[in-house]
């Protein structure tokens, strides 16, 4: 696929030229084709398409654009339509796109290093993608603008390919392309200074001279104003004729002063901070009178200057005037940053001034430093400043001219005020980390170690200047393994934790820029103290991110007090927001943090913060467990956390999904070995919520509940512990092992005198003997449970078990007795509010009307049933359910819609881990599949079916699995083989006393 901007908007497909629909449609096309790769908001679509007059029903419109546009853009292949969260996405190679092959192009011509002849072809292949006006037909006010800075884009391509042709002497391959752009653009003078030069290095100096005339004219008719000093300076050499046509020209005026520091040895990665400043000199262009500002910002020890520097080498050729580097020293261990007239006076000097003439008064010198620069076009490179007013007086005035500005700060005034391009640093991505470690320390010694070299990259959090000081260390000691390194750096994660002074200390030359523990203090040292203590209680906290509540709980303020600290640790690049409303800091910067919180904040003030961190955590949990299970809610516990407040289900289970990993990260933290009351508090509130498809975190939290009842004599909560390890067991097919768990509970809740709990784990063994198979001893599991809870007055138990037996009685063949028990079931939930297992009850109840053939009622209670479970988020009942409309639309004929349904509650259970599920899933969907044909896959489904229900033990599948296989091999004539899967089908069945094993009887006859 060629999508085209530069020029008509087009898509040429593999068949042609695609129709892409009228003009304010092709307007949506360029407004995602422009930032192809990243999301565009609706709202600014709108804006791109209509400008600040849309239509009444402007959003409605944009989304019928958008769906054609998905069409065509299917038919053409290369690139498909996304709607993301936050917009539409045009996903592909941006290089689909002209104008982005235009860019490339252009950008890698201009490198330094190329050779002329490969810097001309490379502009020419760039300039052959131009096909007229860009985005020629669209008529909305940002095409207008777009087209301009587009124009300017192309102006300056053209020129830097003549300037390289001129040199290699090929002049008269440009003269044309530049002739027209001077005639596109009448008052372009830069454009008829190099046509001017065009025609004398051809010999032409008539034609030169009688440009220049016309220039000269035109710009003093129709704008009063005098040619520029560029276009004089041109003017005088052709006319003393002292340029040999065959020489280069000067370019400009002289060449100023060269004062970077040194490029990076070894520079390695940081690609799209690279091109956002490449694209950012690209769209100043030649004839704007503003001077561009990028403005790179970052954490300390990312990189910045490095970045900064490396890229000024890159482009120092397109600022002759000079590139000038001032250290502003805004975070310096001295803690002294450079004053305004100190910045100046070193500016001044470097640029010529001889310090005689350099006046006293900061703003003369600011004045003198601007007209000095007037006419030269320059890089200044402002090091490491402190904040937007020690900049602003320091920035070039003159057109042509870029400053280039690192902090650590965010300088967001700059942005808003100077429209500085922002270009913020992160870490280094892990081939980006190797590859530094390969450069410094060389591929052969890397390459050796690679499970080291991972573990450096690892310990060092990706950080450039950790890497580099590991890197030092490592290159200093050419004999000692990188393991013994690798070994320094986790000496502080002996617990687990990621605090200790190891770490830090081993990433330390003793001197102060590269001594990590003082280039975080650089930025620490500049905070308010209220802001330091928030910053040090982050190292605190065991989980990877908080959100400003649980900040605020960790601090013990108010959260409108706690967000504009989290605000200002942002602003200082202590802190990022990798998700909205979710703030966190790289390890290393969390090891510091928690180094100064151990050596300024005492004992039980630590301890006091991570305790009301726990109780946000267990306040909030108990909080929006209520909302989701209500017919469950307990009171929560007595706390002065801030509560969040939950507008309904899917918010609640949001918040629990988005807090799991620091709920598991906290219940597991080192302090709560003596906090074993709120961690079994904790646990219990969320084993319901953990029991809905989390089965890998609900085996972590349950055993620590566990170890914390245990710890404290507890055996009412190790019980319940014991009892939900055997519930995450028998989710992930661990049969086995949940029973010996449910039968330790069974002990202890008579131990200690807990009826509903016994009633629960009997309910428990019995679904769990019955999965193994053993139906006598599940049905009397079942019956002692259900006379227990009516014993003691508990109707939601009750309830659970009225539906457990309509399901023994549905397995018997007994429907209508089973349909009976599963409406008393029903009723109870329903008065009890409990809408989870009112959605389960309906799940059976559709299962049983699907056996006695009722199969509109089946599909209308289990489709409710789905319904609620996805409302509620509970996992495990809707892939049950997913299988159960399987079943029934596989019996009542619709095999292809069967098929789909098994497909969702395979992919779903498997995500999850509920291995019982993920059998029944394949079982069903290897019969579907059966029933449409498609043999081989059926096959496929069945056996693997058949090899996990063997993993899990369980029978019933392992039954489900050889009846379907026997199926198959009848189908293909292959009898023997059906026999026997029929056969064993058949002994598990009839052991288990199914009404299947009549039907497998039957077969078997009939072979």
Not at 148 to 163: C, F, N, P, S
Not at 210 to 231: F, H, I
Not at 403 to 430: D, F, N, Q, W
Not at 817 to 826: G, N, S, Y
Request: glycine share 8%; hydrophobic share 45%.
């Amino acid at each position: 696929m060629d999508l085209r901007l530069l020029g008509a908007v087009e898509i040429w497909g593999p068949s042609g030229l695609v129709d892409t629909g009228p003009a304010r449609q092709r307007t949506v096309l360029a407004a995602l084709a422009f930032d192809a790769g990243n999301v565009v908001d609706a709202d600014l679509l709108i804006d791109r398409v209509w400008g600040d007059r849309p239509p009444d029903r402007a959003r409605a419109t944009l989304h019928s654009y958008l769906a054609r546009l998905r069409r065509i853009l299917l038919v053409a292949g290369g690139a498909r339509l996304v709607r993301r969260s936050a917009g539409y996405l045009l996903d592909g190679d941006p290089e689909l796109v002209d104008l982005h092959r235009f860019r490339r192009l252009v950008t890698r011509a201009r490198v330094h290093q190329h050779s002329d002849a490969q810097r001309a072809r490379l502009f020419r292949e760039a300039l052959q993608l131009w096909r007229g006006t860009a985005l020629a037909g669209l008529n909305s006010s940002w095409a207008a603008q777009v087209r301009g800075v587009l124009r300017r884009e192309y102006q300056d391509a053209t020129l830097a390919w003549a300037e390289v042709e001129l040199r290699a002497g090929n002049a008269a391959d440009t003269v044309g392309r530049v002739t027209h752009l001077l005639a596109a653009d009448p008052y372009a003078e830069p454009v008829a200074a190099m046509l001017m030069r065009l025609h004398y290095s051809l010999g032409r100096t008539a034609d030169a001279l009688n440009l220049y005339a016309t220039v000269k004219s035109r710009l003093a008719e129709e704008l009063g104003a005098d040619p520029s000093q560029e276009l004089q300076a041109v003017h005088q050499l052709v006319l003393r004729g002292d340029a040999s046509p065959a020489a280069p020209w000067p370019a400009g005026p002289a060449v100023g002063p060269t004062l970077l520091p040194l490029d990076t040895y070894g520079f390695v990665g940081r690609k799209e901070p690279l091109d956002r400043l490449d694209e950012a000199l690209t769209r100043a262009g030649r004839q704007s009178t503003a001077v561009p500002l990028c403005l790179v910002t970052g954490p300390p020890g990312v990189g910045k200057t490095a970045l900064a520097v490396h890229w000024a080498h890159r482009v120092r050729d397109r600022f002759p005037g000079g590139q000038i580097y001032v250290n502003l020293r805004g975070f310096h261990p001295s803690g002294t940053p450079v004053s305004t007239s100190e910045a100046l006076h070193i500016l001044l000097t470097a640029i010529g001034v001889p310090p005689a003439r350099i006046p006293a008064d900061p703003d003369a010198q600011a004045a003198l430093y601007r007209t000095v620069l007037a006419d030269r076009r320059v890089l200044v490179l402002l090091d490491n400043a402190r904040d937007a007013d020690q900049v602003r007086p320091l920035l070039p005035a003159a057109p042509g001219s870029l400053a280039l500005i690192t902090s650590r700060h965010e300088l967001a005034s700059l942005v808003a005020i100077e429209a500085a391009h922002p270009v913020p640093v992160g870490l280094l991505t892990s081939d980006e980390a190797r590859a530094l470690l390969a450069e410094r320390l060389g591929t052969d010694r890397t390459a050796a170690e690679p499970d080291a070299v991972n573990m450096v990259v690892d310990r060092c959090a990706r950080l450039p200047l950790a890497l580099a000081i590991a890197a030092a260390r490592a290159a200093t000691r050419p004999g000692v393994p990188l393991a013994d390194l690798a070994a320094d750096l986790a000496s502080d994660d002996v617990t687990g934790s990621v605090t200790g002074p190891g770490r830090l200390d081993t990433l330390s030359t003793g001197e102060p820029g590269a001594d990590i523990r003082a280039v975080f203090a650089c930025s620490y040292d500049a905070l308010r103290p209220d802001t330091a203590r928030l910053f040090r209680l982050l190292g605190l906290h065991p989980g990877a991110d908080l959100r400003t509540p649980a900040a605020a709980s960790l601090a013990g303020l108010p959260i409108a007090q706690t967000a504009p600290l989290l605000a200002e640790l942002m602003r200082a690049h202590l802190i990022e927001e990798p998700a909205r409303g979710r703030y966190s800091c790289h390890d290393l910067l969390r090891a510091y943090a928690a180094d100064r919180t151990a050596d300024e904040d005492s004992v039980p003030a630590r301890r006091d913060a991570i305790t009301r961190l726990f109780d946000h955590f267990l306040h909030n949990a108990e909080y929006a467990v209520g909302v989701l299970f209500p017919a469950e809610q307990k009171s929560p516990s007595r706390t002065s956390a801030p509560a969040i407040t939950f507008d309904g289900p899917a918010a609640a289970r949001a918040w629990l999904d988005a807090e799991r990993a620091n709920i598991a990260a906290l219940a597991c933290h080192e302090e709560v070995h003596d906090w074993p009351g709120r961690t079994t508090a904790l646990v219990t509130t969320l084993y319901r919520y953990l029991d809905s498809g989390h089965c890998t975190d609900a085996l972590l939290l349950h055993t620590r509940a566990y170890d914390a009842a245990r710890h404290a004599g507890d055996h009412a909560a190790e019980a319940r512990a014991h009892n939900d390890i055997g519930q995450a067991y028998r989710r992930s097919g661990r049969f086995g092992h949940a029973l010996s768990r449910h039968r330790q509970a069974l002990s202890l809740f008579q131990r200690v005198g807990d009826r509903a709990g016994e009633a629960r784990t009997l309910g428990h063994l019995g679904v769990t003997q019955w999965r193994l198979g053993d139906y006598p001893q599940c049905r009397q599991f079942h019956q002692a449970s259900l006379d227990l809870y009516r014993e003691i007055g508990d109707r939601l138990g009750e309830a659970n078990q009225l539906n457990v037996f309509g399901f023994g009685h549905r397995q018997l063949g007994q429907y209508a007795k089973a349909v009976e028990l599963h409406l008393q079931a029903l009723a109870l939930f329903r008065e009890l509010d409990d809408r989870l297992d009112e959605a389960d009850t309906l799940n059976h109840l559709g299962t049983s009307y699907q056996q006695q053939g009722r199969f509109p009622e089946a599909v209308d209670c289990i489709g409710r049933a789905i319904e609620v479970f996805r409302e509620l988020g509970y996992q495990p009942g809707e892939v049950h359910a997913l299988n159960n409309l399987g079943h029934t639309l596989l019996r009542s004929g619709q095999h292809r819609a069967a098929c789909e349904h098994h497909r969702r509650a395979l992919s779903l259970a498997r995500e999850i881990g509920e291995r019982v599920y993920e059998a029944e899933a394949l079982n069903g969907l290897g019969m579907a599949l059966l029933a449409v044909g498609d043999i081989e896959t059926a096959r496929a489904r069945l056996h693997a079916a058949l090899s996990l229900a063997e993993r899990t033990g369980d029978r019933r599948e392992q039954a489900n699995a050889h009846d379907g296989l026997a199926h198959i091999c009848r189908h293909v004539g292959d009898v023997g083989q059906a026999r026997r899967h029929w056969e064993a089908a058949l002994a598990v069945y009839a052991e288990l006393g199914l009404p299947e094993a009549d039907r497998i009887a039957d077969q078997i006859n009939e072979l």
